[in-house]
């Protein structure tokens, strides 16, 4: 079983910017694709951002597109959310998970093995 850590959540004033990273430890697949997730207050959990397993494929939400980037670093196993121009829609706790489903999902239920989520904060 894989274990995923988020950390990077913060506070940041609207324009800002933050790292997100969700490392991995434990029983990792080979050519493991990884997903971000993120639930603001009263909502439910909703696709941001995937990543291949070479980090040459990404696909995002329509809502961070141009401003989030997907990356990551297998020697680490660790995966990376880069999140610019942040506006305060962009508050919630973000999650990062492993596609189990086909690439292209954005259906929660094609994730697993979630990270316990991390903070993100932006202020207007």
């Known amino acids: 079983q894989v274990q995923l850590v988020d950390s990077g959540g913060g506070l940041v004033q609207t324009g800002g910017s933050l790292t997100l990273s969700c490392a991995a430890s434990?029983?990792?697949?080979?050519?493991?694709?990884m997903g971000w997730f993120r639930q603001a207050p009263g909502k439910e959990r909703k696709f941001v951002a995937a990543?291949?397993?070479?980090?040459?494929?990404?696909y995002y939400t329509d809502s961070v597109k141009g401003r989030f980037t997907g990356s990551r670093d297998n020697a680490k196993n660790t995966v990376y959310l880069q999140m610019n121009s942040l506006k305060p829609e962009d508050t919630a706790v973000y999650y990062c998970?492993?596609?189990?489903?086909?690439?292209?999902?954005?259906?929660?239920?094609?994730?697993?093995?979630w990270g316990q989520g991390t903070q993100v904060t932006v202020s207007s």
């Open positions: 998970a492993v596609i189990r489903g086909p690439w292209g999902s954005q259906i929660e239920s094609d994730f697993g093995s």
């Open positions: 434990g029983r990792i697949d080979d050519n493991w694709c």
């Open positions: 990543i291949s397993w070479s980090g040459n494929s990404t």
